[in-house]
């Protein structure tokens, strides 16, 4: 989820970076780049790379895909000048038309999943009340990958980053015949059934069957909470 960050290395083998006092240095991308963020939210953590190095290289295409209202409208604020930066108000999954929305106290968290409170409070994490719901319902569109890539006649993706709440599989298998053109990314998903966050949300075994079974090669699988309740898998093609 987002309220535990995804780490910044997704991006480090494309771009050359460098820490200075004042935050990440970019000095360019190693060639022209299509990044496509399922789920950027605030453009923290590892989204914040990937925007700033669109907003100083017109050679990389960024897509921001975001279905809450708030987090689409801060990113159209904040790519506005920038042709380069595509926001695309919409939730991603394996299907074609609406959803509702779920708010949760820690918006970052809403999903078109029905939350498993049950698991949350028997998973030992620290702030279970992140993910009860407020009283807030979005109506949002509801698209299939494959539909996204057509729509913008997307050629290529260097690097996929999935991190929706729960649908994160259900994301990329949309992809459909589209997956040969993706390089490499990362997702997120739970480590087990039993401590799904979200109601049919995918695991880590299914994420990693699939992946495989499709030409992809895992590269890592790192923790994304303290817990063992969530992972995030760094994958490439081989």
């Known amino acids: 989820m987002k309220c535990c960050a995804m780490n910044e290395k997704i991006i480090m083998n494309n771009f050359s970076i460098s820490s200075s006092e004042e935050g990440a240095s970019l000095f360019g991308p190693k060639k022209d780049l299509v990044i496509l963020d399922l789920g950027p939210a605030f453009l923290t ?121 729960g649908e994160a599989l259900k994301a990329l298998k949309s992809a459909g015949r589209y997956l040969d053109i993706i390089n490499k990314g990362v997702l997120e998903s739970s480590t087990g059934e039993e401590k799904s966050l979200y109601k049919g949300q995918s695991t880590q075994e299914e994420c990693v069957d699939f992946l495989e079974s499709k030409g992809f090669k895992i590269t890592d699988i790192e923790p994304n909470d303290t817990i063992g309740v969530e992972v995030n898998i760094h994958f490439e093609k081989l």
């Open 45 to 165: 953590g590892p989204t914040h790379y990937s925007f700033e190095m669109a907003k100083k290289h017109k050679g990389v295409t960024l897509y921001l895909i975001e279905p809450h209202p708030n987090f689409a409208r801060f990113c159209k604020e904040q790519a506005e000048g920038y042709e380069n930066i595509i926001v695309i108000q919409k939730a991603i999954s394996d299907y074609n038309g609406t959803a509702q929305l779920k708010e949760c106290n820690n918006s970052e968290c809403s999903s078109i999943l029905d939350v498993d409170i049950d698991k949350i409070k028997k998973s030992g994490w620290s702030q279970p009340q992140w993910l009860e719901l407020s009283e807030k319902t979005f109506d949002v569109e509801v698209c299939r990958l494959d539909k996204i890539i057509e729509e913008y006649e997307i050629k290529q993706i260097d690097h996929i980053k999935i991190d929706i709440q």
